[in-house]
């Protein structure tokens, strides 16, 4: 079944303690972007990625760190999280580089204590 | 500041009325999309609209992105309670924003028998 997948679904940490959220999709989509979402700001892309070993920023990048070194993988580091980190995360991934048409995974909720 | 303005933010109708979501900006975009959303779970793509004036059918769902690929609206027809859920429109970025995806707030429309 093609989709994207996202682990943990659910995390909740103390404030400080690196944490890695895993994204994975078995598409073969060459772009992928995390976003996050919150109450009464709806979605806001952090990072994208538009092919393998390319990553830019999004509207949120601060406090957040990517990597794509293989297709179809795309994790999303908290170095050092705090408490506004606390939110809904969403991963998605897209055929094309341009992120028209994207599949999201499930979401990650994270709470930073 | 919301790139895409979506209004209402909130919608609450009788099964079998009509409805239009609105989504506007004063930033062109390569195209727009609408997703739908459902409680725990990501969003998940309803339509793409690429060319300005192009209107696209979904069933009972209408689309229509602006002449000047600026604004978009969603029209429901004959709404049922299946319908509800968040509608979230996005653009898509262009030139030097590409593979950037702006959303809006989202519009949570509940539809009642």
């Known amino acids: 079944e093609a989709q994207v997948t996202q682990n943990p679904r659910y995390l909740i940490t103390v404030t400080g303690k690196k944490l890695t959220v895993t994204c994975s999709q078995n598409?073969?989509?060459?772009?992928m972007s995390w976003y996050r979402q919150d109450p009464g700001l709806g979605l806001r892309q952090i990072y994208y990625?538009?092919?393998?070993?390319?990553?830019d920023k999004g509207d949120v990048p601060e406090g957040y760190k990517v990597s794509r070194k293989e297709k179809r993988n795309f994790p999303l580091i908290l170095e050092s999280p705090s408490p506004n980190q606390t939110s809904l995360y969403f991963c998605?991934?897209?055929?094309?580089?341009?992120?028209?048409?994207?599949?999201f995974g499930p979401g990650t909720r994270l709470t930073v204590t | 500041t919301q790139l895409l303005e979506q209004s209402p933010q909130f919608l609450s109708i009788q099964e079998g009325e009509n409805l239009t979501v609105y989504c506007n900006s004063s930033?062109?975009?390569?195209?727009l999309q609408w997703y739908r959303q459902e409680p725990g779970e990501g969003p998940v793509l309803l339509v793409t609209?690429?060319?300005?004036?192009e209107v696209k059918k979904l069933k009972r769902l209408t689309f229509q992105f602006g002449d000047a690929r600026k604004d978009s609206s969603l029209h429901i027809t004959a709404a049922q309670p299946g319908d509800t859920g968040l509608y979230l429109c996005?653009?898509?970025?262009?030139?030097?924003?590409?593979?950037?995806?702006?959303f809006g707030r989202g519009t949570q429309l509940t539809v009642w028998p």
């Open positions: 609209v690429v060319t300005g004036g």
């Open positions: 598409m073969n989509h060459e772009y």
């Open positions: 930033s062109v975009f390569s195209s």
């Open positions: 998605a991934s897209s055929f094309g580089t341009s992120g028209v048409e994207q599949y």
């Open positions: 990625s538009m092919n393998v070993e390319v990553t």
């Open positions: 996005a653009g898509v970025g262009r030139g030097s924003t590409l593979g950037r995806l702006y």
